[in-house]
């Protein structure tokens, strides 16, 4: 499985025809210059590629009211006529192909969440324009049409029978539209932040607040306002991991959406913050620990070029599964940050068990004082550990074991490497060791049960690393099992390092999941892109880092 990039070229189609400072920044180069740049960076290349369509008049029901269909009558007017229409909205301008376009827009987050959710692929993009979280049910708003991300998850629902969606806006404007579909259904999470600046922001929403929790679904509402301008990286991933992790985790979706708005990114005429491009591939990240994976991002706004290609970027490539960059700047997050992740905390504590500590209080600390720079060390604390918190699980406890068959008495291991005793149930390492004849001996057998056993400390936390020992003649076998048995578990990326003459196994599938790394030889060879063969360096010494993995050695 790997990442899908939905989009149609005819959705660049739709454009301003007449003068209007407000409207002109929605253009068509938003997305021919960002596809441009995925396609530059090799990107578009390594995603599946799937044409956007259409979104039938009954899809579009989920969300919308049957007047909306009455916008199909704009591809016949003039350019009088459709400004005149666009002047009965707020922020909305029309063009004769904005039907077609606003369609596919839609129709491109529907199969996304088709492809996500029938295992063809693990997550995607969708690129489309117009955007659309702040459209509601009877009225476009804001550039927004039809509301892309609202209608994705009420098809996830209907089509998917999904119980617990999760829909993450991090774009600059409150998606009110997303807000007003889903008050009221405890089944779908939302989580916005916003330039806000106490309601002097447009959509100047007193609902934008943080103290908006829902309405039948209280708690379901999770409202983050800035309330000033130049947030940056670190206010950023401190919301992330001070709000909406904690709840997220708490909530459990089985899908992740993502009102992927950009200008909330550096140099962006409308949100006028800091956080830099590198900043949202680790926000996606974050993203990616939930739903065991299963993200659907679809773009809304973003209106400095530059920075909004470079932002998407980086989300595809995290998707992707590219390791993110680092991020730059000062990890401090603003007092003004502070105040209005505390006021959030606040207003959901009520309804979120994992907000309600009493140890931390931003709100009521002064810039310059004590408590403050307490509370900022802290913050860069954690976001210094950022790997630790992506997987919000404590260090295990054992650094290192190793699973021998038998301790030589000449072996004298390190006082902080564990020699692990256990093995995997009997019944369950027989049933694996049947598919190699090279594991039917005692011996192979016994070194079998121990490596599965510490695999399963390492994947349950208990151990951060492993050394295995097994006969040579079995040393395939093994590793094929490891890797089957990893993989029957729900593993969605697995890389193999093989040193020595260790070939893949014929029949392992290459579908993305698995990555064979074969160091041995004298020549590189690609035999396909997720079986690459280097050459055996020659050095005197060398170190492997540490990390989490299970080495096999043979014997």
């Not at 609202?150 to 600059?172: P, S, Y």
């Not at 002097?200 to 934008?208: A, D, G, N, T, V």
């Not at 009521?364 to 408590?371: D, I, V």
């Not at 992506?390 to 291991?413: C, D, I, N």
Request: hydrophobic letters at 40%.
């Amino acid at each position: 499985m790997g990442t899908a990039l939905v989009y149609h070229e005819d959705m660049t189609e739709a454009r301003l025809l007449w003068e209007d400072p407000e409207c002109e920044i929605e253009s068509p180069e938003r997305l021919t210059t960002t596809l441009e740049r995925l396609q530059q960076r090799g990107l578009e290349q390594r995603c599946l590629r799937l044409a956007a369509r259409e979104a039938s008049e009954t899809e579009l029901g989920l969300v919308h009211s049957p007047e909306v269909a009455l916008l199909r009558g704009t591809q016949a007017l003039g350019m009088r006529e459709l400004q005149a229409l666009s002047r009965q909205y707020d922020a909305i301008y029309f063009h004769p192909s904005t039907f077609h376009c606003a369609r596919l827009a839609a129709g491109a987050g529907l199969q996304l969440v088709d492809a996500v959710m029938t295992g063809a692929v693990h997550n995607g993009l969708a690129l489309v324009k117009p955007p659309g979280h702040h459209s509601q049910r009877a009225a476009a708003n804001g550039f927004c049409v039809f509301n892309n991300v609202a209608l994705a998850a009420k098809h996830a629902q209907e089509k998917h029978g999904l119980h617990r969606i999760l829909i993450v806006d991090w774009d600059v404007h409150h998606g009110q539209g997303i807000q007003y579909t889903f008050e009221d259904d405890p089944s779908i999470l939302y989580f916005s932040w916003h330039r806000y600046e106490h309601g002097r922001f447009w959509p100047y929403l007193r609902e934008s607040s943080a103290d908006t929790v829902g309405q039948g679904g209280r708690g379901f509402t999770v409202n983050l306002p800035w309330n000033q301008v130049g947030m940056g990286n670190a206010d950023y991933v401190a919301a992330f991991l001070h709000v909406l992790l904690p709840v997220a985790f708490e909530f459990d979706p089985d899908l992740v959406l993502v009102a992927a708005g950009f200008d909330s990114a550096i140099r962006d005429p409308e949100g006028q913050m800091q956080a830099t491009p590198e900043c949202f591939a680790h926000l996606t990240q974050l993203l990616q620990v939930l739903a065991g994976g299963r993200v659907c991002a679809v773009l809304e706004g973003g209106y400095h070029l530059e920075s909004l290609s470079q932002s998407v970027c980086m989300m595809v490539q995290t998707l992707l599964g590219d390791p993110a960059p680092p991020l730059s700047g000062p990890m401090v997050p603003h007092h003004s940050a502070l105040e209005s992740i505390q006021s959030v905390r606040a207003a959901q504590a009520p309804h979120w068990t994992s907000l309600q500590q009493e140890d931390w209080k931003p709100a009521t600390l002064l810039p310059g004082g004590y408590e403050f720079k307490t509370a900022a060390t802290q913050a860069a604390a954690a976001l210094s550990s950022l790997l630790d918190q992506l997987y919000l699980q404590p260090k295990p406890p054992v650094r290192t074991a190793v699973a021998l068959t038998s301790l030589g008495a000449g072996l004298v291991l390190p006082p902080d490497v564990l020699c692990e005793e256990g093995s995997a149930p009997q019944e369950e390492t027989q049933t694996w060791a049947r598919l190699h004849e090279a594991l039917a001996k005692e011996e192979a057998l016994t070194a079998l049960g121990k490596v599965l056993y510490l695999l399963d400390g390492i994947l349950d936390g208990k151990v951060s690393s492993g050394l295995a020992a097994t006969p040579a003649l079995a040393a395939a076998a093994t590793l094929d099992v490891a890797i089957r048995r990893r993989l029957a578990q729900g593993a969605q990326r697995l890389l193999c390092v093989a040193v020595g003459q260790l070939d893949q196994p014929s029949d392992l599938a290459d579908d993305g999941r698995n990555l064979w790394l074969n160091i041995r030889g004298k020549e590189a060879a690609a035999l396909s892109t997720f079986h690459v063969s280097v050459p055996l360096p020659v050095v005197s010494d060398g170190v492997l880092g540490p990390g989490s993995g299970c080495s096999l050695a043979s014997s």
